[in-house]
């Protein structure tokens, strides 16, 4: 046997532990991608749960008329006609407090309480009071035995009714320290409605024939609209300002056994005697009301009994005596439903996570749910929703508004389409110059020259996308506001002066043309541009004035209805373009460079003509390199953040018109991670915008990179 | 097959009649020695190179060279590597105009016109040549497109014209028979032999006036340069050649004068023959023998 000398084990040592590094760095990489991907997943999915939802014991207390449970749904009030508001606490149903001032017992009528905690009382004597019940917490404390129920009362004055209807509490207006209320009621003599203050009330009859059959009615969150559902299975809008008035009416269909608002008390929600459930709402247009239904949720088993709103979101409890769910406006998804026998009475608390029932025996059933973002669904991401306010679906992001009430609309289309629109500018602008750029540099300036001009547009790389983005924002994009007329026809005005100085330059002798060398007559497009530009400045005004009425953004406006931006699409194309350029010439400008030597020399020496060499055999030949030069450039303008955020006004419309802004999807997480809660639904979405983000680089890098293989096959050179 | 079986020479006379022309009496007169190819000293002068100096920078790479090529004749050119054969073969086309700082005085003629007046149309003048480089470089494209690229960048866009071009070319480059049926295929997929034949087709395809091969076979197994030998040969009848090898044999096989360079310098030119068998020069007899230092 031979003796292996030591050097080659050395050797063979050393190529092992380099092997095994290398191929663990790589593994690094590999698991260090994955476990961001896998962060980012994380985050991103509970956004894809459904609600849970778990039944609790349930309780025996008395009937009620009425339940209402705390913010916390740690404790419940129940409105008990003959002992009035029993608090409890929950879930061990050890009693707090009973109530019993203000009206006399028993209780003639009790209103459902609304989600606020307001409710009407008739009393023994035919005597109207309006209650609130509060709760009275020690800061910060959370044992609910420490808490003390208050009911605030009002009114106490005599009412002739059969029956209350519907009572509203105006918030106290002028020097008023009170809240006014709006009462309709129906008694003998039809249906009559009265706003109390102060003293006595003033009953004033309401004689609208198709209110004849009214069941069910609700006051506007103003008071100055009613509406009413029928028996005969209509919904009346009436205007109360001054004489009441019919505004419009929608079919509903079934008889109407409940009405109740969603939160912001602008959706009404309609409960048939079938169960069928619709939303509606009324949309201001000019000066009248479209009446539309605009949400239609599952079908419920049993006449609908009453509705309660979250106050946080936009999700519903609605009963029938044999079925409990609750549903979310917008996304219409079902979060939670049960079936309970009997149930007269319930209540959601303000967060939405508990849910109670009281049955007619006194039963107390209560479930607890978990549906933490029940406002997402795959529709509200990606499709057409209906929005309270709205005319029609639409798709929409808007995260924040100015009210407690407000609800995000988390569309990702505007996000993705303004991605894509800004990349799209920006390659418009980008493209020409750095592909162009790149073949003349490579193949027809002179050595000199290219020595000059290829480390200077690699400079422009160096710039931060901060100071493009400033740049573009604060002066580049005034600087358009004020000539944008200019740099549209300037293209034109070169191209029509090129077009002049061409034919001269063919004319010029044919020594003095070969003086100027191969690649060099070029420079003569410099006067060209500068020709066209002395033109447009001289020309442009008097265009504007004879063909756009003196006013290029005004004509926009009138014949185009486009608004014109300062912050848009052309100035991020600008800007996002000039940082792109730099990538996507000196990739382009390599792969060009790289072509075999001996290709172009077969070409010219078959008696191509430089321009045919490098249309026919280089530009081919470099077509992997260029495709992924062009794929590494969108890649940049893509996830670009800087530049848009910086040049655009951020405004996350649909538009493909040059002079409208965007947002994008890396802007929007710049301008919207600082103001979302952790953990919040705003903030999940951002995670999967970032998880978007990262799908579209990565679709776009592996069909890229397919495709160069592909094309490099094809046009692979020894 | 024997490759020494085939005559190098095609029409053994072995008398002189007349006084040569101007081109070649200078050298003819040096030698003194009667010709034996007198159908290749009839021949009317197709490439002529005058008092030619050429500079890469400050260097100089050729010095005062004289040569005339006649018409369908073979001229080869030898010697040592770095002497500058490649050099005045890329004079002929002007493809040096490609290298920076490249100087050059003097004259070259191709047919009637000089090809270094300020006037001429380098590209029309590349038109009228075809060139063989010492290693294939077949376009990364379609055979078809390959060779038919000369009349395309031409703007022949006839496909009659560019199907019989194709054809004719990659007959008369022996290629026909192996590529046919593959046309369409990349003409990166064929052998070494088969690209460099396919590069001569391309070459040959515009019907050039003059064939410049640098060293073709270079790369070639002995049974494929055996094959572009004996193009070479067909090929005479139609076209002027020449060509730079460094295979001795080759250049006595096919070709009809051969021209001995050394540093740059045109050492001796004359019938192959003459020059293979009785060199004027010492230098020549080195070099061809083998016991060049
Ligand atoms: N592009 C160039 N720039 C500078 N000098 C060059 C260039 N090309 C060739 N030379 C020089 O010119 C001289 C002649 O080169 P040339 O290529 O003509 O030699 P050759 O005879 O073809 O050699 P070989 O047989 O090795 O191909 C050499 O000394 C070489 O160094
Ligand atoms: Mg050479």
Known sequence: ?718 | MDLNERPVIPEPVPTITEPPRAGEAHILSQQGTPLTDRAALEAPTMVSVKDLNLFYGRKQALHGINLEVGKNTVMALIGPSGCGKSTLLRCINRMNDLIDNVRIDGHVRVGQSDIYAPDVDVIGLRMRMGMVFQKSNPFPKSIYENVAYGLRVQGVKNRAVLDEAVERSLISAGLWDEVKDRLNESGLGLSGGQQQRLCIARALAVKPEVLLMDEPCSALDPLATSRIEELIFELKRDFTIVIVTHNMQQAARVSDFTAFFWMGKLIEVGLTEKLFTNPRERMTEDYISGRFG
């Open chain 1, 1 to 718: 046997m031979t003796r292996i000398p030591p050097a080659l084990i050395r050797a063979k040592r050393t190529d092992r532990f380099m092997t095994g590094i290398i191929t663990m760095g790589g593994f690094l990489i590999i698991a260090a991608v994955l476990g961001i991907l896998v962060f980012i997943g994380r985050e991103a999915l509970p956004l894809a749960r459904s609600g849970k939802s778990r039944t609790n014991p349930s309780l025996q207390v008395a009937p009620v008329a009425g339940l209402l449970a705390d913010e916390s749904g740690k404790v419940i009030g129940l409105l008990r006609p003959d002992s009035g508001v029993e608090c409890i606490a929950l879930p061990s149903g050890t009693p707090l407090a009973t109530l019993q001032d203000g009206p006399v017992r028993p209780w003639k009528q009790a209103t459902e309480p609304s989600s606020r905690g307001e409710f009407a009382v008739l009393d023994q004597e035919n005597k109207l009071f309006f209650g609130r019940l509060n709760w009275e917490k020690p800061s910060g404390d959370p044992d609910p035995t420490h808490w003390t129920p208050t009911v605030e009362w009002n009114g106490g004055m005599p009412a002739s009714m059969d029956t209350l209807l519907a009572v509203r509490a105006l918030p106290p207006s002028g020097l008023a320290t009170q809240p006014s209320y709006r009462v309709l009621a129906s008694g003998k003599d039809g249906l009559s409605w009265t706003e109390w203050s102060e003293g006595a009330l003033t009953w004033k009859s309401i004689t609208i024939p198709e209110l004849q059959d009214t069941t069910q009615a609700i006051w506007s969150a103003d008071g100055a609209h009613l509406w009413a559902g029928t028996r005969s299975g209509n919904l009346h809008f009436l205007s109360m300002e001054g004489e009441p008035t019919l505004n419009s009416s929608l079919a509903f269909g079934e008889p109407v056994t409940a009405l109740g608002f969603v939160l912001g008390q602008t959706s009404l929600l309609v409960g048939g005697e079938q169960g069928k459930l619709l939303a509606c709402q009324a949309i201001k247009k000019e000066d009248a009301f479209l009446l539309q239904w605009f949400h239609q949720f599952e079908k419920l088993n049993g006449p609908i009994r009453g509705f309660k709103s979250s106050l946080r979101d936009k999700r519903f409890l609605a009963w029938s005596p044999n079925h409990v769910v609750v549903d979310h406006l917008t996304t219409e998804n079902r979060i939670f439903s049960a079936s309970a026998q009997d149930t007269r009475h319930a209540s959601l608390s303000a967060r939405g996570e508990f849910i109670y029932a009281a049955s007619s025996t006194g039963e107390l059933r209560s479930w607890s749910m978990d549906a933490p973002h029940p406002e997402i669904s795959a529709k509200v991401l990606w499709g057409k929703v209906h929005y309270e306010g709205y005319e029609k679906p639409e798709q929409v992001w808007q995260s924040s508004g100015g009210t407690d009430d407000f609800e995000p609309k988390l569309s990702l289309m505007p996000l993705v389409f303004g991605t894509l629109k800004g990349t799209l500018f920006a390659m418009l602008f980008a493209l020409p110059l750095a592909l162009f750029g790149a073949l003349y540099t490579s193949q027809f300036a002179h050595p000199r020259l290219k020595n000059i001009i290829k480390p200077a547009v690699e400079i422009m790389a160096a710039l931060p996308s901060v100071v493009l983005g400033f740049l573009a924002g604060l002066v580049l994009a005034p600087l358009l506001e004020k000539s944008a007329i200019h740099v549209i026809l300037l293209p034109f005005f070169a191209l029509l002066a090129a077009c002049i100085v061409a034919p001269l330059w063919i004319r010029m002798p044919k020594g003095f043309r070969l003086g100027w060398g191969q690649g060099r007559e070029t420079l003569w497009l410099i006067p060209a541009i500068f020709i066209g530009l002395g033109l447009c400045i001289v020309l442009a005004p008097s265009f504007e004035r004879i063909f756009l009425g003196g006013d290029f953004r005004a004509w926009l406006l009138a014949k185009h209805s486009i608004t014109y931006d300062q912050r848009n699409a052309i100035v991020v194309g600008f800007a996002m373009g000039f940082a792109v350029i730099p990538i996507i010439f000196s990739v382009s400008e390599d792969a060009l460079s790289s072509v075999p030597k001996a290709l172009t020399s077969a070409s010219l020496a078959c008696g191509a003509s430089p321009w045919q060499t490098a249309w026919r055999v280089v530009v081919p030949t470099a077509s992997p390199g260029i495709f992924s030069a062009i794929m590494v450039g969108l890649g940049r303008a893509i996830g670009e953040t800087m530049i848009v955020l910086m040049a655009t006004g951020n405004t996350p419309l649909m538009d493909w018109s040059p002079f409208n802004g965007m947002r994008t999807l890396a802007a929007n997480i710049a301008v919207e991670a600082p103001e979302a809660p952790v953990h919040g639904t705003l903030y999940r979405v951002l995670f999967l915008t970032a998880l978007l983000l990262f799908a579209l680089t990565f679709l776009l890098n592996t069909g890229a990179e397919v495709i160069r293989q592909h094309l490099r096959k094809r046009y692979e050179t020894f």
